[in-house]
């Protein structure tokens, strides 16, 4: 087992992956900008080594520098978290080429999910259902109207080194072609210096439902069920749950079995997650992997009393999994507790948190690195804390949530309570009546 774990981020999954590391007796690094100085990771960690300037490309994706740090610390793994170099397939073969695990995938398992229109082929191979559309990079703009006009609109234009939804470009009729595929092309050089593009047929109003899977370094391939997280806003997920309301016994056995497939068909290492489109057909088509410890991994280990931090780091020690597959065994939700303006078309609002009471009590979880006098720095992302409420049924779930919502007081920043307070009442959302079109039409009062 690693005898000392350098954790490569900051904010509450730093700190998520110290408490693992502490209960399995693993001596841990936190590495931290001068913006960090004062954090939570910093004081619990058992050393700590300042890697830069606040900018996260002075700092956390600053390599030179987290390398120098693992190799003064004597660190044996490193853990990226989410974020910042987590699916960088170069930081990991750096890792390697220093006789450091990387805790995650190898470089080969990065990019081959990294790039769209590999995974896609790649699934498609392995039998796993992908949404319709031409075969791999779009070659000129006749192609990309001979090929839509075949599968019908509307379709959607992606970049091939794109995900997360940058560059996606919607095309409801042959008129507007032309400059979709041109501007797509545009884009995608500019954000990914990649202008790869590719097609597929726009599936409307779909959920997001991803799968959780573990992989061993002996191809043993867990799954860990489905987390639901069509609630989104601009590509940013605000509450996940499992299970998902839409899902049945049947679907779940399909896509699990999908998402096992999708992983061995690259001989996936690690945790990591399947993420699939689904119709209200209940048809579900491959839409990403991604290699890497999520945001929302917490309602997986409620549901089925996995620690994924522990699994993940048990995996890269080169412990053998049993390729069983879990059930939820309860209902969890989870909803992002955010240092922005609800009210404001969500703008971030950095700033010391003057006041902070955190709920407790049975079925809640606080996964945060905030305290009272703390101040969120404007460099990173806003997350402030993730408040998980679990219980038996959904409709308690939803109870216990608003209940520890009801408890929570933040105050001196704007945060995302209000909106979940909202959202926890609203009929859609209590009778799971939800896509990912939902908060395009949910209105604050
Ligand atoms: C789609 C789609 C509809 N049809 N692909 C958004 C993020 C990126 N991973 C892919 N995305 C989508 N791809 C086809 N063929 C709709 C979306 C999409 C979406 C997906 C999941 C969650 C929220 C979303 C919001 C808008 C669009």
Sequence with gaps: MFKKILIANR???????????REMGIKTVAVYSTADKDSLHVRFADEAVCIGKPPGADSYLNVPNIMAAAEITNADAIHPGYGF???????????????????????????????????????????????????????SIEQAKSIAKEIGYPVILKATAGGGGKGMRLVWEESQMEHAYSTA??????????????LEKFVEEPRHIEIQIAGDQYGNISH????DCSIQRRH?????ESPSPFMTPDLRQRMGDAAKKAAQAINYESVGTIEFLVDKHRNFYFMEMNTRIQVEHCVTEEVT???????????????HISGKDYE????????????????????????????????????????????????????????????IA?????????????????EYVIEGVKTTIPFHLQLMQNEDFRSGNFTTKFLEGFKLK
């Design 185 to 198: 092309k545009i884009e995608a050089a500019g954000s990914f210096k990649n202008d790869g593009i590719y």
């Design 328 to 387: 939820p065994k309860m209902h969890a939700i989870e909803c992002r507790i955010n240092a922005e303006d609800p009210y404001n078309d969500f703008r971030p609002s950095p700033g010391k948190i003057t006041t902070l009471h955190t709920p407790g009590g049975h079925g809640v979880r606080v996964d945060s690195h905030v305290y009272t006098g703390y101040v969120i720095p404007p460099y990173y992302d806003s997350m402030i804390g993730k408040l």
């Design 85 to 139: 170099l987590a699916e960088n397939s170069k930081f990991s073969q750096i890792c390697a080429d220093c006789g450091i695990k990387f805790i995650g995938p190898t470089p080969g398992m990065i990019n081959s999910m990294g790039d769209k229109v590999t995974a896609k082929e790649t699934m498609i191979k392995a039998g796993v259902p992908v949404v319709p559309g031409g075969q791999g990079l779009l070659e």
């Design 11 to 21: 904010g509450e999954i730093a700190l998520r992956v110290i408490r693992t590391c």
């Design 390 to 406: 679990v219980a038996q049924t959904r409709d308690e779930a939803i109870s216990t949530m608003y209940r520890a919502l009801s």
């Design 305 to 319: 009393n996995f620690d994924l931090i522990k699994e993940q780091i048990l995996i890269a020690a080169g412990r």
């Design 224 to 227: 860990l069920s489905e987390r």
């Design 236 to 240: 940013q997920k605000l509450v996940e």
